[in-house]
């Protein structure tokens, strides 16, 4: 099983350029995560999606947006790349109350 | 609110030494808490959790039990290697379920020879 698969892997963006990172799951997963990753920080929410058709903004979500486009895939965003949005991306996926989330392996992205 | 405090980095620990990772927490009603891992490169994995009071989470000789008198959920392993090296995150998911885990800052553990 793929489980969770984000892409691309590496971005280098320009400041002011926009981009999507794309996740998508095989486990028929409701709950969908966006967290972004910088050192001393830890894992902070971006957005969430409880269910297909629900997005819900989380602690950092200013600068993003989402798209549950199905039950599989949840995209994130990024219409105007800046330099504070430099960091590592996870998407991950939840089947439900006290089960673990499963995570992809990244995405690092670096606005210049 | 809903929150996990655990104990700064970085731990640099020699290989077989104890190790204990401090985690406490605050939340409404009764949380289930995690300890999930994340090796260099690597997106987080889940280590072990506990789902109620008094339960011990276990799995690769590392530990933790929820304790809610002290709203803690300590991790431990008697005797590390250099495997163990890694970024260890504690978490917890309120009570109400489909609320998104709430995660700590994570602890860097480097495991020496």
């Known amino acids: 099983n793929a489980g969770v698969t984000q892409t691309p892997k590496f971005q280098v963006l320009k400041t002011g350029q926009s981009m999507t990172l794309q996740c998508a799951q095989d486990m028929n997963h409701n709950s969908m995560y966006w967290y972004r990753q910088d050192p001393g920080m830890g894992l902070r929410l971006i957005y969430y999606s409880a269910s297909e058709g629900t997005t819900d903004k989380g602690e950092v979500p200013n600068g993003y947006n989402v798209s549950r486009l199905n039950k599989r895939e949840f995209s994130l965003r990024l219409e105007s790349a800046a330099p504070s949005q430099t960091s590592v991306y996870f998407c991950a996926s939840h089947p439900g109350a006290n089960e673990k989330l499963f995570f992809g392996s990244g995405t690092q992205l670096s606005v210049l | 609110g809903n929150s996990v405090t655990q104990m700064e980095g970085p731990v640099t620990l020699s290989e077989e030494a104890f190790l204990t990772i401090n985690c406490t927490y605050t939340?409404?009603?009764?949380?289930?808490l995690f300890w999930y891992v994340q090796y260099p490169g690597e997106g987080l994995q889940l280590l072990l959790k506990a789902t109620k009071a008094d339960d011990k989470g276990s799995n690769k000789g590392f530990e933790a039990t929820y304790r809610k008198e002290t709203t803690s959920f300590h991790l431990e392993k008697g005797s590390v290697q250099v495997s163990d090296s890694a970024v260890y995150f504690c978490?917890?998911?309120?009570?109400?379920?489909?609320?998104?885990?709430?995660f700590g800052k994570g602890t860097r553990l480097s495991v020496i020879a």
């Open positions: 939340a409404t009603g009764y949380p289930s």
């Open positions: 978490a917890l998911v309120p009570f109400s379920g489909n609320t998104p885990l709430v």
